[in-house]
């Protein structure tokens, strides 16, 4: 007979011989479920094979096409010179230590500039997120602004900071702000308002279920925002520099630009723009795309 | 495995209805959403007694989901009064709910800091509280590591990370497989046992209910009020293939099919 209390609670040692096997068809259930360990990921040679060597390939097919124009002399060398010349020029650029002056410079600035378009942006994200009428009154004035090409800014900063540091960073920010803005707050609103009440039940803070729940919740939107804001700010600063020349300010890898255009020395305007290049992906290389990847496969999100 | 304590630590106090407690007790309450509109709920009247397992079935709309949340304190009644013994009862939802960028153990942790539990003791709690839900070792994983019965019991185990005596579930085994439902109504049997809690479950599954529930209650749709109630006096251990479970879910069913065509005439 089964032993029961009055209210047909089970009995407790009756419950436990099921409760043993029951544990046991989990455990299985569980180990099924997890299923075999997921093949290791493609070795070292398999992945360079797979994703450093095409675009080397690509370059070296471009590089052949761009010497074969050169010396079917398409164009007079002083417009279309060789690799060759490139190299030596860019060579020559790194030796002196002229490429690494201005791309410290430049990268200094981008630096700050992106550090306080980050702080800004977040800020403003944040309140638009939390003030309807805010977002109602702003919004579509930062998005406008997203699609505003930020060069377009340059003039107007001049006139008010002069040819001045000031001026280059207004040109930062102006286009910066509006991406990581708008990237905090994509984030927050797609946020599932699922999470929001499990933060009430837990008995979170209205803070607690910001720091907790929300903030990290929003983060994958936001790291997107950070993304694109920061190679918005790297555009605006090129285009700030390349205009903002003045021998009191720095010269960075935009100025570096203006000054072969000005001596006509296309080795070192295509060397210029090497450099701008190689920086702009070396920041999304090392930093933005390791990060996201890591969020991303913290929640399992990862696309393979 | 080494013996369970639950054996030792069960309460030992008498249980006979009339000198429990009330754990929840919904008197007279009535919920409107819009103006105009039929209400949700009509003048519900419902107690569970401490420790008690109630199931409420009923049809989609019948108000199952709105009256959970008004025991939860997410929503206000829009008459009547809600009673809870506990300050802040445990919610468990459909849908695991879990917070995919923290661990297992790390979504059992944020329930014991919304507590105010120490830094220190949090890790070691989570770990005992998923060792009651037989996730031993499993802390670590990530929330895409598991399966779904996985994440419903670390759910559970952050349920119980509240330390609340009431337990509301809102139909939580809906999107399991059958084998995973089976097991998990079993752990939940046991757990409830342990722990001597006091459970509403919210399902449309009437087999469920009957397999679980010490108390079933029916709700009519439109508006949402009690219908009719089983005393369930089916001995444990139970299954959902129990002679009991079955016949008891056919009467129960023939009902709600009574109270569900009663809207189509």
């Known amino acids: 007979m089964v032993s029961e209390d009055s209210r047909g609670r089970p009995g407790l040692a009756l419950v436990d011989r099921g409760d043993v096997e029951n544990r046991a068809v989990e455990a299985g259930l569980d180990a099924l479920d997890a299923g075999p360990d997921l093949p290791a990921g493609p070795g070292p040679g398999r992945r360079f094979v797979r994703s450093v060597l095409p675009p080397l390939v690509f370059l070296a097919l471009l590089v052949g096409v761009w010497e074969l124009a050169y010396l079917a002399e398409l164009k007079p060398s002083y417009v279309l010179p060789g690799p060759a010349d490139v190299a030596r020029k860019f060579w020559e650029t790194v030796q002196d230590g002229k490429a690494a002056e201005a791309i410290w410079t430049s990268l200094s600035r981008g630096a700050v500039g992106f550090g306080m378009s980050l702080v800004i942006g977040s800020l403003l994200g944040l309140a638009m997120w939390w003030s309807r009428w805010l977002r109602a009154a702003i919004g579509p004035i930062v998005s406008g602004l997203q699609s505003l090409p930020s060069v377009a800014w340059v003039p107007a900063a001049i006139i008010w900071f002069q040819l001045s540091n000031a001026a280059i960073y207004t040109v930062v920010l102006l286009g910066a702000v509006p991406s990581i803005a708008n990237g905090l707050l994509g984030g927050l609103k797609q946020v599932p308002p699922l999470f929001d009440r499990v933060g009430r039940v837990l008995g979170l803070s209205a803070l607690g279920r910001v720091r907790f729940v929300l903030l990290p919740a929003a983060l994958p939107g936001y790291l997107g925002g950070l993304r694109q804001g920061w190679a918005f700010a790297w555009r605006s600063l090129m285009a700030a520099e390349l205009i903002t020349y003045s021998p009191t300010l720095g010269q960075g890898l935009g100025q570096l630009l203006n000054i072969g255009r000005e001596l006509s020395q296309m080795s070192l305007v295509i060397t210029s723009i090497t450099l701008i290049l190689a920086v702009g992906v070396a920041i999304e290389l090392l930093v933005f795309a390791p990060l996201e990847r890591r969020v991303l496969n913290r929640r399992g999100l990862t696309m393979r | ?265």
């Open chain 2, 1 to 265: 495995m080494s013996t369970r304590s639950a054996t030792v630590e069960a309460p030992a106090q008498p249980r006979e209805l009339v000198q429990v407690p009330a754990a929840v007790r919904v008197e007279g309450v009535s919920q409107v959403f819009e103006r105009g509109r039929p209400p949700v709920l009509e003048g519900l009247d419902l107690t569970v007694a401490a420790g008690e397992f109630v199931c409420l079935v009923g049809a989609s709309g019948c108000g199952k989901s709105t009256l959970l949340n008004l025991i939860a304190g997410l929503a206000e009644p829009t008459s009547g009064r809600i009673s809870v013994s506990a300050e802040r009862p445990a919610l468990m939802f459909q849908e695991p709910a879990l917070l995919p960028w923290l661990t297992a153990s790390g979504n059992v942790e944020l329930a014991l800091r919304a507590r105010g539990v120490g830094r220190a003791e949090r890790r070691a709690e989570a770990e005992r509280l998923l060792r009651v839900v037989n996730l031993e070792g499993h802390g670590a994983k990530r929330v895409h590591e598991l399966s779904g019965g996985m994440r419903q019991r670390v759910a559970l185990a952050r349920a119980l990370a509240q330390d609340s005596s009431v337990l509301l579930m809102d139909e939580p085994f809906a999107a399991l497989d059958a084998i995973t439902r089976d097991v998990l109504h079993q752990e939940l049997t046991r757990v409830w046992t342990e722990q001597g809690l006091s459970v509403v479950f919210v399902t449309h599954n009437v087999r469920e209910a009957a397999r679980l529930g010490q108390r079933v209650v029916l709700l009519g749709s439109r508006p949402g009020r009690v219908v009719r109630e089983w005393q369930v006096d089916i001995p444990h251990p139970r299954t959902i293939e129990s002679l009991g479970v079955g016949a008891l879910a056919t009467e129960i069913t023939r009902e709600l099919h009574r109270e569900i065509s009663r809207h189509g005439q």
